[in-house]
């Protein structure tokens, strides 16, 4: 049985006093962050975390990012913080950059996939910073979905995936951001980007200078090293097959009318994940994900679409890649890729 908080003013203090009851007695609780929803327990007691990876049916080789609130709790849980890693944390903390560092012994193996370093965090949401400042203890949280999903950007996504797997969701609303931190490693000679996120290369290096991207959106490409475990897992992915179209606007729209048309044809139930509201007219199966040049509209409304599709049970979905790159909109497409099956691109 999964207890649903709904937070608000009123009984704030009351509802996180309770949710830092179950984490102290090593339960899980799904969280708002400014990104999306995590699934929280206790990042140092190796039974709560285990909690976490059995609810989501997440690889136990996929280490989690530790949520803390402050640097005191950050100092024990890290080896160093070199001068670069502090400079990021000055520029962006509280807020979506998640830094792996080299971990201390007191960090559970299981909550780092066995691995010498941890991610660590420190989200801007109020109701996570209360929830790790009340409980006194530092936060495991992956995206609160079950693996492979979607990532949840409202509470009722949580509930459709782990009710009844996990203890307790506070809702708070959907969340502003809705894509998740970058993650950039700092524990070796040079900062690599593991996962796009909310703050673009570009802005990480105005701050620290030059950075490696270590990551491969390209779906069909396997070879490279795996730095990040979560690389290698399928991500994102609703139940329908997703084929993505990239390319300049013009032509995207004008290849999703005619694959719409090809598809529904032939008997399928065709999906649309677009940035041109003009397609409403092809079908009511249709997901406006917001202009094609406002990145961050299209970031906030990506999950929310890929699952409201899934609830209309088509069998296709075709999303349109041809919003602008820039800014998050990096993370957005890496986002997309991996949940497609094939790149169309025109
Ligand atoms: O915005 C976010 O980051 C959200 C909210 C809840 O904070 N969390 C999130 O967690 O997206 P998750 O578990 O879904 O993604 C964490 C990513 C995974 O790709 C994982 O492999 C990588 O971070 N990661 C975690 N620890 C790592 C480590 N020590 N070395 C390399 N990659 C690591
Ligand atoms: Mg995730």
Redesign the pocket.
């Known amino acids: 049985h999964t207890k649903i908080f709904n937070i608000n003013p009123e009984n704030f203090s009351d509802v996180i006093e309770e949710c830092a009851e179950i984490i102290c007695r090593g339960g899980t609780v799904a969280i708002p962050?400014e990104?999306?929803?995590?699934l929280s327990a206790n990042a140092l007691d190796p039974v709560a975390v285990n909690g976490i990876f059995h609810a989501k049916g997440r690889p136990a080789d996929?280490?989690?990012?530790v949520?803390v609130a402050s640097v005191q709790q950050l100092d024990k849980l890290v080896l160093e913080i070199p001068a670069k890693a502090l400079s990021l944390m000055e520029a962006f903390w509280p807020g979506?950059l998640?830094l792996?560092l080299k971990r201390t012994c007191i960090v559970p193996d299981i909550t780092?996939?066995g691995?010498d370093?941890?991610?660590v965090?420190m989200?801007a949401d109020i109701v996570a910073q209360e929830l790790i400042r009340v409980s006194g203890k530092p936060l495991a949280?992956?995206?609160?979905n079950t693996s492979g999903r979607p990532?949840p950007t409202t509470a009722a996504h949580v509930l459709h995936d782990l009710e009844g797997r996990i203890d307790a969701v506070i809702d708070a609303g959907n969340t502003c951001i809705g894509v998740?931190?970058t993650?950039i490693?700092m524990s070796g000679k040079k900062p690599a980007i593991?996962?796009p996120?909310y703050i673009p290369a570009s802005r990480i290096e105005e701050i620290i200078g030059e950075v490696e991207i270590g990551y491969n959106d390209n779906v069909t490409e396997t070879e490279g090293v795996i730095?990040?475990?979560?690389?290698k897992y399928t991500h994102y992915a609703p139940n329908a097959t997703v084929l993505l179209l990239e390319g300049a606007h013009d032509l995207v729209q004008d290849k999703i009318r005619e694959m719409y048309t090809d598809f529904t044809c032939r008997g399928a139930r065709v999906g649309l994940l677009v940035t041109n509201a003009g397609l409403l007219s092809l079908t009511n199966d249709m997901f406006y994900l917001g202009s094609k040049d406002e990145p961050e509209e299209v970031a906030r409304n990506l999950f929310l679409g890929l699952r409201a599709l899934d609830e209309r049970r088509v069998n296709i979905i075709l999303a349109d890649g041809s919003f602008t790159h820039e800014g998050v909109g990096a993370a957005v497409m890496n986002r997309l890729r991996k949940a497609s099956e094939m790149i169309i691109r025109l």
């Open positions: 962050t990104t999306v929803y995590g996929n280490p989690l990012i949520h979506p998640t792996i780092t996939g691995l370093t941890v991610a965090r989200p949280a992956p995206s609160a990532s998740e931190s993650v490693d593991l996962r996120g730095r990040s475990p979560g690389m």
